[in-house]
């Protein structure tokens, strides 16, 4: 988008605080694209708050982190497993990356759906091969910069505002998960917010076949 003052190339929607939900005032040409109505040439004017969507408080217990991939090129995959006894409303919870382990340096992605009592979900790079995942497995692609990671950028689930469960140390950019799988012990039943890396089996980047389902003993 364009500033109404700048026939030159304007500040961008994200540089405007522009939000999901923000009402956007904006003039342009009619046009199409792909046989859809959209305003091209669009000039920003203005922009007011929209209604903030209610969250739902989620149970920090019922979500865990069960299954990592950091393979090649983009074939970033994430697993989380619901280890409750009740579906859960997924809305409530977010997944969160610390780039390079920096506490202060961190990206959210709030998730949606249901997911129900031991069921997984797996979360992908929008640019990974989802053929190397087992038959039957949808992954989701949701936001590039969280399913990002580079194997020292750790991962967290995020539940009424606080880490719920997480995958590497918050604080340290040290390699914990570079070119590799790791899946989450059948063992463990609940989440941590520290790491430990004895609650994860370690293995090569190309095992995928885990994703999709985890077995808790």
Not at 86 to 110: H, P
């Amino acid at each position: 988008a364009k500033d109404k003052a700048s026939v030159g190339s304007g500040p961008s929607f994200s540089g405007l605080g522009v939000e999901v939900g923000d009402i956007l005032t904006i003039a342009g040409k009619r046009a199409s694209f792909q046989g859809d109505p959209q305003v091209g040439d669009a000039y920003y004017i203005s922009h007011e708050k929209g209604d903030t969507p209610d969250i739902p408080e989620g149970d920090p217990m019922a979500l865990i982190i069960s299954e990592y991939s950091e393979g090649k090129s983009f074939n970033k995959f994430l697993e989380i497993t619901n280890v409750s006894g009740n579906e859960i409303d997924l809305s409530a919870y977010t997944l969160r990356i610390y780039t390079n382990g920096a506490e202060s340096n961190f990206k959210d992605q709030q998730l949606n759906g249901t997911l129900a009592a031991g069921a997984s979900k797996v979360y992908m790079h929008s640019d990974a091969d989802a053929s190397l995942l087992p038959a039957g497995v949808n992954a989701e692609a949701i936001s590039d910069n969280v399913i990002n990671f580079n194997g020292n950028d750790p991962m967290a689930i995020i539940c009424n505002g606080a880490i719920a469960d997480v995958l590497g140390t918050i604080g340290s950019s040290a390699d914990y998960g570079k070119d590799t799988t790791l899946r989450r012990k059948s063992t463990v039943k609940e989440p941590s917010t520290t790491y430990d890396a004895n609650e994860w089996d370690v293995l090569d980047m190309s095992e995928l076949s885990g994703f999709g389902s985890h077995s808790i003993d």
